[in-house]
């Protein structure tokens, strides 16, 4: 993405790490209007990714092959890793919610979603 004087402008970095071949990639095509995005399709690539590069924010699907993603977010959090992270699930119960906000993640939306709510609360956490 350029500016009009043909200077490059930085979108901030977002790692989404969500392993469904529809959602995936329609998550990308839309987040790519705002952040510049890295996708992994399980756990352990997305670990890869976020210890070996810096991201403003990661979304991160809670029922990942590899590594379960409340799994991921605690091993992040416990490495010392600082950056927002909102688990996206369609595990909705109080316990489940309780569990992913326990485990190191700032927010917690539950499928099905709107893409609206999912862009606000990503403003919020960077």
Not at 22 to 30: D, K, Q, R, S, T
């Amino acid at each position: 993405m350029s500016s009009e004087t043909g200077e490059s402008v930085l979108r901030p970095s977002l790692l989404l790490v969500e392993d469904d071949r529809a959602l995936g990639p329609l998550l990308v095509e839309i987040l790519s209007e705002v952040y510049d995005v890295d996708r992994a399709e399980d756990g352990q690539r997305g670990l890869h990714l976020a210890r070996t590069r810096t991201y403003r924010v990661m979304v991160i699907d809670r029922g990942l092959p590899g590594i379960e993603g409340v799994d991921l977010v605690g091993r992040l959090r416990r490495s010392g890793l600082t950056t927002p992270m909102l688990l996206l699930t369609a595990r909705g119960t109080v316990a489940d919610r309780v569990e992913g906000l326990d485990a190191g993640a700032e927010d917690y939306l539950t499928k099905p979603f709107e893409i609206d709510e999912l862009l606000a609360r990503l403003r919020a956490l960077t």
